[in-house]
C-alpha cells in the first residue's frame, strides 16, 4: 500500500486534484502497482478480508487534514454537521417565538425573550460570537 506522507504536497500542479488509486481483491490475486500513478498514492486493499483498508483510511485521513485544515479537536466535516444543529435550533426557538408573538398581548413575555436569545445563541455558536446583551 502508499504512505501517506507527501499525498498532498507531491501534487504535480497546485490545485490540480489529487487522484489515488484502489486495487481491490487482493485476496484473490496480487494487485499489480500501476506506473500512472505514483506509488504513495496506490493502496492495495481487500474488502472481503479488510486487508490493506486501515493503511488506506488513515492516508485518506491524513489527506483530508491536510486540504481541509482539520485538527485534532474535531473531526474533518464535522462542521457543517455542527453548523446544521446549530440552524436546526435556532430555527426551533424562532418557531416557539412566532407562536408566542401570535398570541399578542396574552404571549408570555419572558418565554417569548428566552426563545429569542436562544436563537441568537445558536447563531453565536457558528460565527463565535455571542451577545445577547443586544436584544
Known sequence: GGASG??????EEAGAPLKLLLLNKVDLHVAAESNLFAK????????QTGEGVQA???????????????????PALVTRARHRQ???????????????AALGSDAPLDIATE??????????RITGRVDVEEL
Open 56 to 74: 488506506f483510511l488513515d492516508a485518506l485521513a491524513t489527506v483530508v487534514k491536510e486540504l481541509y485544515g482539520a485538527d485534532e479537536r474535531e
Open 40 to 47: 504513495e498514492r496506490q493502496w492495495a486493499i481487500s474488502c
Open 6 to 11: 507527501g499525498l498532498v504536497a507531491s501534487s
Open 115 to 124: 426563545e429569542l436569545r436562544t436563537a441568537v445563541t445558536e447563531l453565536g
Open 86 to 100: 446549530h440552524l436546526t435550533g435556532c430555527v426551533a426557538a424562532m418557531e416557539a417565538y412566532t407562536g408566542l
